[in-house]
């Protein structure tokens, strides 16, 4: 896996990667969505999720948030 500074891989769900922007704390999941290929959702709220095609594209998301 390429390093991103805002995700890195779960030490408690295999497959799953944890992503930090916006202050909070994203569980992002692999999707077979016609939306994208990423899940990521709030750890807090389930209806604060977005999808996206990438990793990159995930980082770059939780970046914006953070911003």
């Known amino acids: 896996m390429k ?6 891989r779960s030490a ?10 916006g202050g909070k ?6 999707s077979n969505s ?3 290929n990423w899940h990521a959702h ?5 209806n604060d999720q ?6 990159q594209s995930v980082s770059n998301k939780l970046s914006e948030l953070s911003n």
């Open 3 to 8: 390093a991103y500074l805002n995700i890195e």
């Open 12 to 21: 408690f769900r295999r497959g799953e990667y944890v992503g930090y922007g």
């Open 25 to 30: 704390v994203w569980r992002i999941t692999k």
């Open 34 to 36: 016609s939306f994208g």
């Open 42 to 46: 709030n750890q807090d709220n389930w």
């Open 50 to 55: 977005f999808f996206a095609f990438g990793l």
